[in-house]
Nanobody, 122 residues
Framework: QVQLVESGGGLVQPGGSLRLSCAAS????????MAWFRQAPGKDREFVAA????????YYADSVNGRFTISRDNALNTVYLQMNSLKPEDTAVYYC???????????????WGQGTQVTVSS
């Protein structure tokens, strides 16, 4: 059974940092692109970051570029999202996804986690 389980969300003050983790099971992450998406209340789900398995190329949404870093540890079947300089507009449920090719489109991803809440507020 394929599972993606996110963790690391929580409440943080503006300017703070959080590190999200996504543990994959039921499949080998080695040959999948991994990505993070997020969905704020009343808004559509949006792309945040992706990392391909070939060369581990990374891609970011303009809104997080320079503040967030995606990385992966294939030995642990885990992908991470380091989030720095957090802003209130980063508040959302963050989802981990896996698919055969990295893109910013959610329809390119086969497997999804249940999401973890990130709230940025003073």
């Amino acid at each position: 059974q394929v599972q993606l389980v996110e963790s690391g969300g929580g409440l943080v003050q503006p300017g703070g940092s959080l590190r999200l983790s996504c543990a994959a099971s039921g499949f080998t992450m080695d040959y999948y692109a991994m990505a993070w998406f997020r969905q704020a209340p009343g808004k559509d789900r949006e792309f945040v970051a992706a990392i391909r398995w070939v060369g581990q190329s990374t891609y970011y949404a303009d809104s997080v570029n320079g503040r967030f870093t995606i990385s992966r540890d294939n030995a642990l079947n885990t992908v991470y999202l380091q989030m720095n300089s957090l802003k209130p507009e980063d508040t959302a449920v963050y989802y981990c996804a896996a698919g055969p090719q990295g893109s910013k489109y959610d329809y390119d991803y086969e497997y999804w986690g249940q999401g973890t809440q990130v709230t940025v507020s003073s």
